[in-house]
């Protein structure tokens, strides 16, 4: 059956790590608290690198990379987020070959990513690739 994973905390003490996520339509839901994250706009962008506009919640497709602060600059340097706004991003992490959720507290500045925590089930970046829009919630 379809679970939902809760991510309320902006902590890496707080990591939670999933091993048996289910993507596309139908599967898995990985739902956001906009309030403790502070997430001002909560709408979701996914793709590569190249088209992020101000989406708070962002899933990279086609490509991953080695770490968190390399996917983090990669985002900070293609969205649209100002100064002081937060977003979360989902990628494929080349070295431990996971899904790594992301949390950024400051879209304009490198090296504050936060490991909320990775999905182990997704091995690939075809299996990462498979995850949509509708394995993003939110909740206020």
Known sequence: GSDSFVYD??????????????????????RFDVSSLGLTN????VGPVGGIGSESLVILTGGGFAN????????????ALGDGQKYV???????DLSTHVVY???ADTDG???LLG???????QGAHDALTAANLDTQP
Do not use: M
């Open 104 to 106: 950024d507290p400051d």
């Open 42 to 45: 909560q709408s979701e962008y």
């Open 118 to 124: 990775r999905l182990f089930g997704l091995t690939s």
């Open 89 to 95: 991003c989902l990628y494929f992490n080349t070295t």
């Open 68 to 79: 968190d602060g390399a996917a983090e600059a990669a985002v900070n340097a293609d969205s």
């Open 9 to 30: 905390q902006n902590t890496s003490n707080n990591r939670s790590d999933v091993t048996d996520f289910a993507t596309a339509a139908g599967g898995d839901t990985l």
């Open 112 to 114: 504050g990513a936060i």
